[in-house]
């Protein structure tokens, strides 16, 4: 522990653990707790009917983003972008709105100007409603925002412990492509220099399998060696345990089609933990309803994040960044016990008799790896997409309806041709289909043209529409979205 951090928190009249070398314990008997009550109160407000699912560039949108800035401004964070709370950049004809506000840290015991940032985020827009289906969009991701904002609150009453400024920022246009943290990093509104760890919020309510117990998920701990270490410290004896994997098992297409926020910073070579509880069969569907929302389980991931976040912010430790991780046999330990539940839970998963047999091969291909001590990116990487196969077919009372053009979907899927992002289930909604492609070739600063969106009827044209644009030179990723 650094002297002037311990002289701060001795101002808390309490201190806890000392250790060598950088490390500080912040006591959760000094900081100030998460509620879940609070929690529940921001996800009523974010998932209600009027709000209409959030989709960027709604009049329902910037509801949710006005609504953030003055809980912001209310919890006493100040303005990040040149006095205003608000960050607008472009997207397409319309505008997208990150909510940005920050904790600034005095220095320990008000010793001057503190430098650098420590980013929380998480993203305040939904897929937006479906015609007449309402998609709340409760846990993806108004439970992200709900924990962002405890933290804010919780932040703001440790300040004079702080060593680096705390930002705290609302993503805009996250299920459009990440569109709203790309253009925030790039934009520079916090210099990207000065910024040394970011923790992002996706989903945090849910669970993967209906027999699940409360589990949350960190990831990115394999990009730092200092932030692996002290998530490993600080997750012992949780009620929700927090089971770490490598970012890299949920990007079977690349880096490029990342999950979340982090990709911006992590293209930053910023470090960064990212927390959620997965996929679950509701994502994206009108039954992403607050209801689903384990508000305890979110508590306890927001209070873990916050211990997590105090250590970074009330330390001055220098954080190493690892660029390209080596894949780790521990991710493979993660997935071989969830494979090993899903073959116990077998009569509660809608699937044919055939993908358990390949369920129970690549549970076997798991355990020789394992046993060899050999890492496989690839391995561990169809281990999940079977897993989140499973999680798409664990609801017993909501039995898809199968689609014939979902199944013409998957046959004519030109594989040869083009490489697939997220071949989703699309038996859930008839056709017309919105289909992504991304072209991993433009510049960022084409981005969103970059992404282009089409709604079609049949996965033959959305190909050819794909090829055809000038960002394309032959590589095209699809991503079906419903
Ligand atoms: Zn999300």
Redesign the pocket.
Known sequence: MTAACSRGLLAFAAIATLSTGCVTSVSPLIRPTISAKHMQQTVSFLATKEMRGRRVGSPENARAAEWIARQFSDLGLSPAVEGSFFHEFPYGRRKGRNVAGIVEATGVGGSGKVAEFVVVAA?LDGVGDAGDAHRP?AD??AS?VAALIEIARAVVAMRSTLRRNVVFVAFDA??VGLVGSTRFVLDEIIPSEDTRFTIVF??IGGKFFPWQQKTGIAMGTEHSNYIRSTVERLRLNRATPIELLGTYVLEPAGPLLA??DYRAYRKAEIPYVFFSTGTPWYYHMAQDSIDRVDFQQSEEIATFALDLLLEIACNACEIDFIKRPKPGVLDLVQLHRILEELLQHQTEIQLPERKFTQIGKMKQALASSIANKKASRILAQRALMLIFEAAQHSEPKLARPSSPRARRWRCRRPASRSRVGFDRSCAQTDPPWRVRAYFPHCPPSLHPPCQWTACVETCRASLQYGFAHPCNRGKVFLQLDF
């Open positions: 993203h969009a993806d991701n992200g996250e299920e996706d989903m999950r979340s």
